[in-house]
Structures are given as structure tokens and as C-alpha cells.
């Protein structure tokens, strides 16, 4: 082991699932002393069948113990309340589509958690994200890398990560791929080896959206509207409503003439636009309608990995998870945002999501989508 890579006290986020539980071990194997920490984010519904935060410290302390290394319980769920879902409630109430799961890396897993392990004598924290962490030699900055499995790479969710966090952080499954991960998980015997991954937001869990978030934000019924300005139905409160969204809308046998293109009478419906001040909700046929294309976008609450901002020019985009890199223009800049410029259209771009920018395989940092130009309401 060479000098960089003497043995540290590493502390790791173990969720329950094989990715953290892959990452402990490989720590371990390198020779860190490595501790397990679970983190407790959301109670409001420990007795329910929604939440499985029971199940997964189960999960997590069995590999603690096949591994063979300490696990302890750390209850975050106040700040977790304080800093991550009352902002959840505020987009959403704003008619925004906001993405928790970002706030929470940048709040919780590597601030209240790497504040903890470092009161407990941590040289570095651990997650099983799939993403790199690399220092340039030239400049000495930490950047941040997708992981090198295309269709598991992580660093959308990672983007709001400061110089200090990613000091401090090791991604060690950000080097393998998913199917490697699964096959050292089942080859060391960990019990979690054919765990099904978590997907959704993780106080949501697997229960239906829209039931969730009924409980917090009033229903404010108001009419659906076509492209034509007809109305067509009626939603049932604007927060309810994403741009883009297909299912759910209570129009889908409902026929509209002379459809844009890419519709017909009976092409599918899409949330276009939300309208907060007429309560309206625009709705289109067709995936390529105009009003789901934008060529740029404004984003604000930008954050950059190396502090400074980049440079405008050519860079690549996402303006949501899981799509392909973007070729885009980094245009202006201002003290808190950006605008974005794309020479093929972007699909339903969401404002409260987060547009991320890339050069190459390194992440840059990103803003939060505050709009995007498309066609105007008749």
C-alpha cells in the first residue's frame, strides 16, 4: 500500500442495499479500519408498510456482521425534516418539481453525516454512489467524476458536493460495474446480494405520489386546457402535476382534431405548462408537440464543484436524470445562475429540477432550472 493509500479510519453510510454494503467491504479489504453507520432520515412512518427504514438497518446490521465491523444507528431525520423536506414542500407548493434526493447528498449524507463521522475520528466517509473522486495534480482542486458504469453513474445527484465534501469522500464502486458489484456481493456471501435497489424519493418509498403528498399540500381543483385554450377536464391542484407527465391526467380517452405533430386523435396527453395564476393546467397530444421543446433555459442556486463557475463556451447538460449528455452552450453567468443555450431541443424541461453540467467525464456543478423558453400561450 503505497503512502496516499496508508490504512484510515473510514467511516461508511451503510443504506441496507449491496452497493453500501459492497463498499464497506472493499474498504476493509484495502485495510481502513472501517466503521458502519446507518442513517435514520424519515419516522413519520415506521408503522406503515411504506417504509422500509426497519428493514433496511436489519439489512445493513446482518452485513456489518458478515463483513465484521462495528455498525452504529444515527437518527437524522430533524434535519433531514428541517433541511430537505420543508424545501420539498415549498417547491412543490410553488407549482415546481424540485429533486430531494440532490439536497439530501449536499444537507444530510455529506453534511450531517460527515460532520458526525468526523466527531468520531473519521479520516473519510464512504457511500456506495456510483461516481469517482479524482485530485488534478495541476490545479490540486478535487473533481468529480461520473462512475464508470454508463447506466449507474451518479454524479447528477452529486453535483452540489463543495471542495471540502469531496476531500473528505471515497466512492469506491464508482470504479466497478453494477453487474461486478452483484457478483463480489454474492461471491463474499453478504446477505443483501440479490436486494432489489431502492429507486423513488426515501420518504415517499413505494406508495403512490400523489396519495403522499396529499397529506401536506391542500387540493386546488382548476381546469385542464388543451393547446386551443378548450377546456377539456378538470386537475385536482397544480402541485399534483409534473411537465411531461403522461399518466394520471383523466383525459386519456379524450380526442382532440388536428393534433400537433408527433399527436393524432388518439396520441397520448402531456402536462405542458402549469399556470399558477389562472390555476390552469395545459395539456398537449403528441411527445414532439412545440411546447414540450425548449432551446435554452435559465437556471439559478448555481453550484460549483471547483467554487469558480466555468468558463462560457461548448459543455455538455442534463436537465434530468438518466438521459443522455447534451451538447450545450454555457452562456451567461450571473452571481447565482446561468443560462443555458442547446442546439437540439430539450424535453420537457422542469423548473425545480436541476440542470447539470459536464466536460467530458468530469461533473462541473449545476443550477436549479428556473424556466425554459418554449412557445407562447395562445
Known amino acids: 500500500m503505497s503512502a496516499r493509500n496508508q490504512p484510515q479510519r473510514v ?116 457511500t456506495g454512489h456510483y461516481a469517482r473522486v479524482r485530485q488534478n495534480p495541476a490545479t490540486g482542486l478535487h473533481e468529480l467524476l461520473k462512475g464508470l458504469d454508463p447506466a449507474k453513474d451518479q454524479s447528477y445527484f452529486l453535483h452540489r458536493l463543495t471542495q471540502a465534501q469531496l476531500a473528505n469522500t471515497l466512492f469506491p464502486v464508482g470504479e466497478l460495474l453494477k453487474t461486478e458489484v452483484r457478483r463480489i456481493a454474492l461471491e463474499i456471501g453478504l446477505p443483501n446480494a440479490k436486494k432489489k435497489d431502492s429507486t423513488g424519493i426515501c420518504f415517499i418509498g413505494e406508495r403512490p405520489f400523489r396519495e403522499f403528498l396529499n397529506r401536506y399540500i391542500a387540493r386546488e381543483p382548476g381546469p385542464i386546457k388543451n393547446d386551443k385554450g378548450q377546456t377539456i377536464g378538470q386537475h385536482v391542484g397544480l402541485s399534483f402535476y409534473t411537465l411531461g407527465q403522461r399518466q394520471g391526467l383523466g383525459i386519456g380517452g379524450l380526442k382532440a382534431k388536428g393534433a400537433q405533430r408527433g399527436g393524432g386523435d388518439h396520441a397520448p396527453w402531456f402536462v405542458a405548462r402549469k399556470d399558477l395564476a389562472r390555476n390552469t393546467l395545459w395539456v398537449v397530444q403528441g411527445h414532439d408537440h412545440p411546447w414540450l421543446l425548449s432551446h435554452t433555459l435559465q437556471a439559478g442556486q448555481a453550484s460549483w464543484v471547483a467554487t469558480d463557475a466555468p468558463q462560457p463556451g461548448d459543455l455538455a447538460a442534463k436537465t434530468r436524470y438518466r438521459q443522455a449528455d447534451a451538447p450545450c452552450a454555457l452562456q451567461s453567468l450571473t452571481a447565482g445562475g446561468f443560462a443555458l443555450s442547446f442546439p437540439q431541443a430539450q424535453w420537457a424541461v422542469t423548473p425545480g429540477q436541476s440542470a447539470v453540467l459536464y466536460d467530458g467525464e468530469v461533473c462541473l456543478g449545476g443550477g436549479i432550472i428556473t424556466s425554459a423558453e418554449t412557445p407562447e400561450i395562445i
Open 11 to 126: 467511516v461508511v453510510g451503510l443504506s441496507g442495499g449491496v452497493d453500501s454494503a459492497v463498499t464497506a467491504w472493499l474498504l476493509k479489504q484495502q485495510g481502513h479500519e472501517v466503521l458502519g453507520i446507518f442513517m435514520k432520515n424519515w419516522e413519520d412512518d415506521d408503522d406503515t408498510g411504506y417504509c422500509s427504514s426497519n428493514e433496511d438497518f436489519v439489512d445493513a446490521a446482518a452485513v456489518a456482521d458478515v463483513i465484521g465491523i462495528e455498525i452504529e444507528h444515527v437518527n437524522f431525520a430533524a434535519d433531514y425534516r428541517d433541511r430537505v423536506f420543508a424545501d420539498f414542500l415549498r417547491e412543490y407548493s410553488a407549482g415546481r418539481t424540485p429533486n430531494p434526493d440532490i439536497l439530501c447528498n449536499a444537507e444530510i449524507k455529506f453534511k450531517a453525516f460527515l460532520d458526525h463521522a468526523l466527531r468520531l475520528g473519521a479520516d473519510k466517509i464512504a
